[in-house]
């Protein structure tokens, strides 16, 4: 039984708090999602503005177009930030989950020396400032550059995006082990299977979710990084989100609603993907029936 | 054979298969355990340390690093140590050292350094470096008057004081600096002058801009948070969507959708000159401002707060609500009573969590801010990117980072970062 539910001996008082407390909630998710939906349609506008027009509102065919999506598309180096992105991002999610899940699985062990200062430690890169980090880096890159040339190399940046990358995959995966049965992997190994064969049959088939979040967590957060791109890379690793500040910072073109557009699907599918994952998760782990 | 006559198997002694007392299996057995974990967690806690957690520190170390002038002017520093009192100007024996100083200084093409560092301390006396160090070679014994002639900065009792001052390859100046203070020639602490004082006020600022952000956080986000934790799984689950969809779309789209939206000609002025609120000429400056900054600062923090509080106010038995309401409470005063007591932890959570980010943030105060709407992350990047003042950027940085870290430190102590939610 919800709290929500007016009950129907609810006086005047009751019913006009009730209201207003549903019309409150309406405002703040207005509040959340409309700047994200209201990109949407501006990025079909024939004209070169960034509001509505008469003609749009009116839903006339000519006044919509998709010009700047053809805009966005011829243009080289939006395709190539597309695939510099791609590849950084890819890059440093294979990395940061692999090093993220290892350590979520030490983490998680009962065992674990100074869990809470590891903790503390691993999650920082989500804590710090960017910009303190961005520079930070910059400078170590920039002092080790006769040895190891990072600065402005796609190694440099995939390395700075896995760091804060990580925290995300040791959370979301320390989150599933933390309703993991541990008799599981007892009875696996009673079977008679070595540890690497546990670890593979049994752990990370219910991990898994886990860990594919984690992954999508860590792909977003480099898919839209943009400082440490900023301090790190060069001309050659353009990527979208540095692209999209540098056009910003100059002035806005209507493309920029189109590149928008077509970022906000990407994340749309990303968190049906995490949605999914985690209900499955839970099913699998028997928490929940949601 | 000998394992089993080494080993006392008395009756009160519990002892494994092979004979080891069972005390001593079992603690082998933790410790090959407990390795086992360390090893799982060390590949990332080397990665951690090598790039975040050193590079970090080396920058730290960049705000208090001071080689130049130690470097550069050796000899004059080791003559103002031994042979200056100083009073007055010093001696035939210190502008000898000044001259070899500046002569080896130039070979290396460091002048134009020491010059720049000199001049930021007393102006004019980027001139008088390089003229002196250029002139320097072609000069006899005695030096005094000949570099005297060359420029008459170093006439100046002050300008030998901040050379012996600049000495220590240790410095605290750059946090003076950061803090609007500054030594004066004689290694006094006193402010900077009015003009010049910022970074307080913009420590200040950028405090009192998180403070609203996160206040905004809280009022907005309690309830819908109440909402999602009392309406039945099948329907929140639907609205959570609206709250995590925010979350996983990149920032910078979100940021440019406030452009669009409040912008002068934008969206939401069209709307209002549209219902005739405001007239056409009259339209709203909304974005480019410290408001404008708030405004997308607080929607894209929301979800921040909204996470914590909602899982918090899932645990919350509605039971405990009719129970206050039964023993006579009014419907108000047992949500006050009872309810916000116990949401205590998830508003602990979330407001840090919120003031946290809020404080370090880049991105939005850089594309919405203007001129008053900077926050201190911009100002370090100027100094990091532009002015390439790094000792202080280095400063106002640490300042930021003691501060962040702290108010980690009291997350994790309160929260624990291991109830971070992510959704």
Known sequence: MSQISLPDHADFAEKLWHWTFIGICALVFLFLIAPILVIIPLSFNAEPYFTFNAKMVALDPEAYSVRWYQDFWSKTIWRESIWNSLFIAVGATILATALGTLAALGLSRPEMPFKPLIMGLLISPMIVPLIITAAGIFFFYASINEYLQLTGSYLGVILAHTVLGTPFVVITVTATLSGFDHSLTRAGAMCGADPTTVFFKVTMPLILPGVISGALFAFVTSFDEVVVVLFVASVEQQTIPRQMWAGMRESISPTILAVATILICISILLLATVEILRRRSERLRGLSAG | ?423
């Open chain 2, 1 to 423: 054979m000998a394992s089993e006559t080494a080993t006392p198997t008395t009756a009160d002694v519990l002892t494994t298969v092979d004979g080891r007392p069972l005390k001593v299996a079992l603690a082998e057995a933790q410790r090959t355990r407990r390795i086992r974990a360390v090893l799982l967690v060390t590949p990332l806690l080397l990665f951690i340390f090598a790039t975040f957690l050193f590079p970090i520190a080396l920058m730290m170390f960049r705000s208090v690093d001071n080689p130049l002038i130690a470097q550069n002017l050796p000899k004059t520093i080791a003559v103002l140590e031994k042979s200056w009192n100083g009073k007055g100007v010093p001696g035939e024996e210190a502008f000898a050292a000044l001259r070899e100083d500046l002569m080896a200084s130039r070979a290396a093409g460091q002048v134009g350094k020491v010059a720049t560092r000199l001049n930021f301390e007393t102006s004019g006396m980027r001139s008088a470096v390089t003229r002196t160090a250029r002139k320097a070679r072609k000069m006899k014994a005695p030096y005094k008057d000949q570099i005297l002639k060359v420029h008459d900065a170093w006439s100046k009792r002050e300008v030998w004081a901040t050379i012996k001052r600049l000495a220590p390859t240790i410095t605290a100046a750059n946090y003076l600096a950061a803090v609007d203070r500054k030594y004066d020639a004689d290694d006094n602490i006193v402010s900077q002058p009015e003009e010049r004082q910022i970074y307080v006020t913009l420590f200040m600022k950028t405090l009192w801009m998180s403070t609203i952000v996160t206040v905004s956080c809280l009022l907005l986000g309690f309830p819908i948070a109440y909402l999602l934790a009392s309406l039945p799984l099948r329907h929140s689950n639907l609205l959570m969507i609206l709250v995590l969809l925010p979350f996983w779309t990149s920032l910078l789209v979100r940021t440019t959708s406030w452009i669009v939206l409040l912008q002068t000609q934008g969206v939401l002025n069209d709307i209002m000159v549209w219902i005739g609120i405001i007239d056409d000429e009259n339209r709203i400056q909304l974005i480019f401002n410290a408001q404008g900054t708030v405004i997308a600062m607080t929607q894209i923090l929301l979800p921040f707060m909204v996470l914590p509080l909602y899982s918090v106010m899932k645990t919350i038995s509605p039971s405990y609500l009719r129970a206050a309401q039964s023993l006579g409470a009014h419907r108000f005063l047992a949500y006050y009573r009872i309810y916000l007591p116990n949401t205590m932890a998830g508003i602990g959570a979330g407001c840090l969590l919120v003031f946290i980010l809020a404080i370090g943030y880049y991105i939005t105060p850089a594309l919405v801010g203007g001129q008053d709407g900077q926050m201190i992350s911009n100002v370090i990047a100027f100094h990091m990117q532009k002015s390439l003042n790094w000792g202080l950027g280095a400063a106002l940085g640490g300042i930021l980072l003691v501060g962040v870290c702290m108010l980690y430190w009291l997350y994790n102590k309160l929260v624990g970062v291991d109830n971070l939610k992510l959704g």
